[in-house]
């Protein structure tokens, strides 16, 4: 049985949907201050670290297990997901969210102090853990402490938070490794971080849960070896490893196994860690989906828009976080423009539809650039795409959460972060794939042996490695990202069609907390 804490943070849901709208007590105006200060430092981090690897190697050498520095992490984040959400459902939110900060914190310390590029790794899978239940926990804490007629725009401003940490991260990572050392790159969440802490510990108060089921400890097994299988997957195929190789046909067989156990399993299990009767309402099913290829299609954008920019339109590698200005501004304000609008007139469905239509519009407006393409040009095909992921990002969420039942809140802001992890994964993974193809070839075609020489250690090219290039060779090399890129994007494009036909069959059930008398979410 649940034991409810009296406070003021802690009111029904019924009592906060008849508060005059934009009037939030202070205290909970004092908790979304805390959540987004902890989004920030779940998204800041692998940005400002990014910037700070060129110093990490030189200081610490280990060159050769440099990707395990950002794979560490992103393995412990995505299979640590779905588990902090399923505790938060078992255990309570607050205590799981304030272990998941803690957690954090002790891998940002242990990264700072790192003696050698093992230790950094093991320490960022450690900052990883806490990372998948920082991003969890603020959208379930939300999902609690809000009603979801007015939660859109409380999730605006967390896509919002997504989008400047994604723009700012570069900068402040490359300000910070030139000013104070690349450590501060992992101390700087440390009295973020505290603040969080403190301000969640004093003011945050929901009503505790304590399980008498057991944490189902096979379920967690069989996904985390089925997660870490894919992203590995993803990670090694084209790169470490060939596609085709004995290495990655195992890592896919090992996966595929696992998740068909866990799937096996979990209707069976006593207390499932993803409780598969959410997968029953379509509205569920499909922002799982639709979350799927936004993540798809924005991971892929960040990487390859910044390497076509500082390849074909000379841009300076410096400032790589303004390349994005345009997309990730637009996502930012219509993303707010959708909470806002979804608050105060409880529809939303016009967002999906709208999103996935803008998303295919940008992505085949990217697929026409060449060498030359205008910067003016190429930023305006980035705001048509960040407007339509704008309109996504966070309305997935909030949909998701609107599907389920209050105790399956976690499980529901898990999965719906999870699939959009995993649809990062697969969008860098593919969508770089076809670009190092496509480059390899034209390189070839358009100079020969040199091209391909050139080429064959990697098809991404430093800025200082294209200065070094013959001036044919150079010219080569931005025809063939120009082409890397046209089919890239082209493949987002017709990707991203499948999220205009999902939001097609999105049923636009009321947000509950509103004037709306609260309907039932059709199965499938």
């Known amino acids: 049985m649940a034991d409810t804490q009296s406070a003021p943070v802690a009111?029904?849901?019924?009592?906060?949907?008849?508060?005059?709208?934009?009037?939030?007590?202070?205290?909970?105006?004092?908790?979304?201050?805390?959540?987004?200060?902890?989004?920030?430092?779940?998204?800041?981090?692998?940005?400002?670290?990014?910037?700070?690897?060129?110093?990490?190697?030189?200081?610490?050498?280990?060159?050769?297990?440099?990707?395990?520095?950002?794979?560490?992490?992103?393995?412990?984040?995505?299979?640590?997901?779905?588990?902090?959400?399923?505790?938060?459902?078992?255990?309570?939110?607050?205590?799981?969210?304030?272990?998941?900060?803690?957690?954090?914190?002790?891998?940002?310390?242990?990264?700072?102090?790192?003696?050698?590029?093992?230790?950094?790794?093991?320490?960022?899978?450690?900052?990883?853990?806490?990372?998948?239940?920082?991003?969890v926990g603020v959208m379930a804490i939300i999902g609690d402490l809000i009603p979801p007629r007015e939660r859109g725009k409380y999730t605006g401003m967390m896509a919002g938070v997504m989008a400047l940490a994604m723009?700012?991260?570069?900068?402040?990572?490359?300000?910070?490794?030139?000013?104070?050392?690349?450590?501060?790159?992992?101390?700087?969440?440390?009295?973020?971080?505290?603040?969080?802490?403190a301000l969640v510990s004093a003011v945050l108060h929901l009503p505790k849960k304590r399980a008498k089921a057991r944490i189902d400890y096979l379920g967690v097994a069989l996904l985390t070896i089925g997660i870490t299988s894919i992203v590995l997957v993803t990670t090694w195929g084209g790169t470490e490893y060939a596609w085709t190789s004995a290495r990655i046909m195992e890592l896919i067989g090992i996966g595929v196994a696992a998740l068909v156990g866990f799937v096996f399993w979990q209707t069976r299990a006593t207390e499932p860690v993803v409780p598969l009767h959410i997968f029953r309402s379509r509205n569920f099913t499909l922002m799982s989906v639709i979350g799927f290829i936004t993540g798809f299609v924005m991971f892929g954008a960040t990487l390859f828009l910044p390497l076509y920019q500082q390849s074909v339109q000379g841009a300076s590698a410096t400032n790589s976080g303004l390349l994005l200005l345009p997309m990730l501004g637009a996502m930012l304000v219509t993303s707010m423009v959708a909470g806002r609008v979804t608050t105060n007139t409880g529809r939303y469905k016009v967002f999906p539809i709208a999103g996935g239509v803008?998303?295919?519009?940008?992505?085949?407006?990217?697929?026409?650039?060449?060498?030359?393409?205008?910067?003016?040009t190429s930023g305006v095909f980035m705001a048509v795409l960040g407007l339509g992921m704008g309109c996504l990002m966070q309305i997935t969420m909030l949909v998701a959460q609107n599907s389920v039942e209050m105790k399956d809140m976690g499980v529901a802001s898990s999965s719906t972060t999870l699939f959009r992890t995993l649809g990062s994964s697969f969008g860098v993974a593919i969508m770089g794939a076809l670009f190092n193809n496509r480059v390899q070839d034209v390189m070839s075609e358009r100079a020969g042996a040199l091209g391909s020489k050139v080429t064959e250690q990697s098809a991404q090219l430093d800025a200082a490695s294209l200065a070094k290039l013959p001036a044919a060779a150079r010219e080569a090399y931005q025809h063939a990202v120009s082409s890397g890129t046209h089919s890239a994007f082209l493949l987002g494009a017709i990707v991203a069609v499948v999220v205009l036909v999902g939001a097609v069959f999105v049923k636009e059930v009321p947000l509950k907390g509103g004037p709306q008398k609260p309907e039932v979410d059709s199965a499938v």
């Open 167 to 197: 723009i700012g991260g570069p900068l402040v990572g490359g300000t910070i490794t030139d000013n104070w050392g690349w450590r501060w790159s992992f101390y700087i969440n440390l009295p973020l971080g505290v603040v969080a802490l």
């Open 358 to 376: 803008l998303m295919i519009v940008g992505l085949y407006l990217l697929s026409t650039m060449d060498t030359g393409t205008s910067r003016l």
């Open 11 to 135: 009111e029904s849901v019924e009592a906060r949907s008849n508060e005059t709208e934009g009037k939030k007590p202070r205290s909970v105006r004092v908790v979304l201050l805390a959540l987004m200060i902890a989004m920030m430092l779940a998204m800041l981090d692998n940005m400002i670290v990014g910037t700070a690897m060129p110093t990490i190697v030189g200081e610490l050498g280990g060159l050769e297990h440099l990707s395990w520095v950002v794979t560490g992490y992103t393995l412990a984040t995505a299979a640590a997901t779905p588990i902090w959400g399923k505790l938060g459902d078992m255990f309570g939110r607050k205590a799981t969210f304030l272990t998941s900060i803690v957690i954090f914190l002790i891998g940002s310390a242990l990264s700072g102090m790192a003696q050698n590029m093992g230790e950094l790794i093991g320490f960022r899978a450690v900052q990883g853990l806490g990372a998948g239940g920082l991003m």
